[in-house]
């Protein structure tokens, strides 16, 4: 982070009021990374409140507090109504400082790979930003725009939401020259309530396309294809389907046909990810590579961990999926065990922040198993017990089930003699990456 702002002009970009004189270069708004020469900025959420840590952050050498209160022992004070608003301003103006061209990714599932599928691309023509791990929310993103620096010529950000206005707020601050709706799907539904709920909120992304850009959507979603008619700019789908402006074929690496041409990689995808390469071509292309640069630059994709990550320990393959879970990821994840070879096993963990319709796809997520004919089942977490309850009921699947992730280990280290390849999956939140490391 190299900012160089005037604390004059910082208080004018965020509407407070500054004490002391200075230039602000970097900031943090955790306490544990501050240093020497550094700005604190002041956030409180749910669980925390940073002015609890003030003094401690002054100790390792703040010399800017920004607060919603003035603090007369820092060396200079930035005092505004609204610390998270201030700070996204912040980034909002920085972002309009720099003209590279900004991709911004958003969706149900499949949001970090493609962004991931972007990066390599993209970097392929020159230096580009992208959001760290999973700092995709109202603070994460301004964070990473703060990152800008002036040689990047692309930034690729991936866009979280889990209320209705989330994308708003925060496609606000990026504004894209290319926006991405990889897939509606039932996540987030205790808040979101519905998939329109969803659709509606993933959506408002469209009013920050900078003019001229260009929307990249999903044909095959049922939600997404109906903006083919809705949506009056310029726009460009993807797909299996042959209506998609690039349609993905059916073969073992990834190939499309794209304006009256084929193209064909020598990367070997799962079919899930065939359709993030896909979104990541089509923003890639319109922002100005072409497919055959789009080819080259595949080459230099790495996989993201935890991500249906392939490893082998005690002669059990295992497909780490830690990331997050819902229903739509869930079935993605169990069918491609499907195709494995051998006996199979499962250590599954709670779909979180379902609302009223957890039960419903935690009992719907134990039919799939038992239609998939896997035999060997690890549950964790209290909503898993509704899948318990009805695999249970058939007496030729072994079922485990346990509260807490550390008390499946040891039932499935027992069976791991029994079994060929396992798939973990589970929502970050359960460190299911724990049990791989421990069995």
């Known amino acids: 982070m190299n900012l160089n702002i005037d604390y004059q002009l910082l208080a004018k970009i965020t509407e407070g009021e500054i004490y002391g004189k200075g230039v602000l270069n ?8 501050v240093q020497k020469d550094m700005a604190f900025w002041v956030l409180k959420g749910q669980k925390y409140d940073g002015h609890t840590f003030v003094k401690q952050a002054l100790r ?9 209160t003035f603090v007369k022992e820092a060396p200079a004070c930035l005092v505004v109504k609204d610390t998270l608003k201030a700070l996204q301003a912040l980034a909002k103006y920085h972002r309009q400082q720099n003209k590279l061209k900004i991709a911004c990714i958003t969706g149900s599932n499949g949001k970090s790979t493609t962004k991931q599928m972007l990066l390599a691309l993209l970097s392929y023509k020159g230096q580009t930003r992208a959001n760290l791990g999973n700092l995709n929310n109202q603070i994460g993103v301004p964070l990473s725009l703060l990152e ?6 692309y930034g690729v950000f991936e866009l979280g939401a889990s209320h209705k206005g989330d994308i708003d707020e925060i496609a606000s601050l990026a504004l894209p020259k290319v926006a991405v709706l990889t897939n509606i799907a039932p996540a987030h539904l205790e808040f979101f309530k519905t998939l329109q709920g969803v659709f509606e909120t993933k959506t408002e992304i469209l009013k920050y396309i900078e003019e001229g850009g260009t929307l990249v959507y999903n044909y095959d979603d049922d939600y997404l294809k109906t903006l083919k008619q809705s949506y009056k700019k310029n726009a460009l789908s993807y797909g299996f389907s042959k209506e998609s402006d690039l349609q993905i074929l059916e073969e073992d690496v990834f190939a ?31 922002l100005g590579l072409n497919p055959q640069e789009v080819l080259l630059a595949l080459q230099n994709y790495q996989p993201m961990a935890l991500r249906l990550e392939e490893k082998t320990k005690h002669g059990v393959k295992f497909i780490l999926d830690c990331y997050n879970a819902n229903p739509f990821s869930m079935k993605n994840a169990l069918d491609i065990l499907s195709a494995e070879k051998g006996e199979k096993a499962v250590v599954l963990g709670d779909m979180r922040e379902l609302g009223e319709t957890a039960v419903k796809y935690h009992q719907d997520l134990a039919k799939q198993i038992l239609a998939l ?3 060997k089942v690890f549950l964790v977490g209290p909503l898993m017990k509704e899948a318990q309850k009805i695999l249970a009921q058939e007496p030729s699947v072994m079922v485990k089930y346990a509260l807490e ?8 280290r027992q069976e791991l003699q029994n079994i060929s390849v ?10 299911f990456e724990s049990i791989f490391k421990e069995i």
């Open 373 to 375: 004919g896997i035999k």
């Open 148 to 153: 800008i620096l002036p040689e990047d010529k």
């Open 26 to 33: 970097t900031l943090t708004t955790d306490s544990r990374k």
């Open 422 to 431: 396992v798939l973990v999956k589970a929502s970050n939140s359960l460190n």
């Open 256 to 286: 499309f046909r794209y304006a009256d041409q084929i193209y064909k990689s020598a990367l070997k995808l799962q079919k899930h990810n065939k359709l993030n390469a896909a979104a990541a071509t089509l923003a890639a292309i319109s």
């Open 60 to 68: 390792d050498g703040a010399n800017l507090i920004v607060s919603h």
């Open 405 to 412: 992730t550390k008390d499946i280990i040891e039932p499935l």
